[in-house]
């Protein structure tokens, strides 16, 4: 599976490019699947749902399946998280995994960037950052830059980088 990041600090517009992103790929016929890294407690069940009770009561893995989607939590119950290449390993094969988050692994990435935050750019840091998607103008960062709304021309970028 090829794979691709999308970074960035909070509020610099990642999720609405990952959206914008797969859209225009699976739309040319390339199969995406995706990862988002939640810095915080999440959780994706309700109270009272069986599956909540399920998990309330000590089950590791709980998978729920219905004629339209199936899905499966694990839950750590005190281990350490997995590192991205386990929760890859997971995944169904694909053409292309889309990561949101995650910019401290090894992966190539665009970051995205909204001028409003007022955060640095965390390219000139970081060599596995190969382009910026950004509503300002960028200069002298040694990678490609984007307009942040381009989805377009950052969807052939990423494609070009995978070689798909």
Known sequence: MRIFGVVGWKNAGKTGLMERLVSEISGRGITVST??????????????KDSFR????????????????????????GEA?????DLLA???????????????DEHPKVEAHRQETGNPLIAPEDPTIKAIAADCAVEGVGVPVFDLNDTRAVADFILREVGL
């Open 54 to 77: 399920h998990r309330e009561a000590g089950a590791t893995e709980v998978l729920l399946s219905s004629g339209k989607r199936w899905a499966l939590m694990h839950e750590l119950r």
């Open 35 to 48: 990862v988002k890294h939640a810095h915080h407690s999440f959780d994706v069940d309700q109270p009272g």
């Open 81 to 85: 998280e997995p590192p991205l290449s």
């Open 90 to 104: 997971r995944l169904s094969p694909v053409d292309l995994v889309l990561v949101e988050g995650y910019k401290r």
